[in-house]
């Protein structure tokens, strides 16, 4: 079945940066475009970014315009989520997903963002 393990999150401080990944099994990657979503403590899903499947085509929320970037190695079925100039309220679990609103989605990496 699908398998999507996301790392890279962790503890940092405003204006930081992190780079999150997303390894991908259990169906051709390469075939599927893919999201990243999140949920901060108390509120509901939110989508963040999605990339096309070959990778030429990305979108973001306005929240992650200018700040985050999206990239895929087919590869190495790996999703990639590169976090820069970081806010306090970026602090949410991050999860790599196969659709924008993230009904199949994996386990999920804590990103912190606090001084």
């Known amino acids: 079945g699908v398998q999507l393990v996301e790392s890279g999150g962790g503890l940092v401080q405003p204006g930081g940066s992190l780079r999150l990944s997303c390894a991908a099994s259990?169906?051709?990657?390469?075939?599927?475009?893919m999201t990243w979503v999140r949920q901060a403590p108390g509120k509901e899903l939110e989508w963040v970014s999605t990339i096309s499947s070959a990778g030429f085509t990305a979108f973001y929320a306005n929240s992650a315009k200018g700040r985050f970037t999206i990239s895929r190695d087919n590869a190495k079925n790996t999703l990639y989520l590169q976090l820069n100039s970081l806010k306090t309220e970026d602090t949410a679990m991050y999860y790599c997903?196969?659709?924008?609103?993230?009904?199949?989605r994996g386990q999920g990496t804590q990103v912190t963002v606090s001084s």
């Open positions: 997903a196969l659709d924008p609103k993230g009904a199949e």
């Open positions: 259990g169906f051709i990657f390469s075939d599927y475009g």
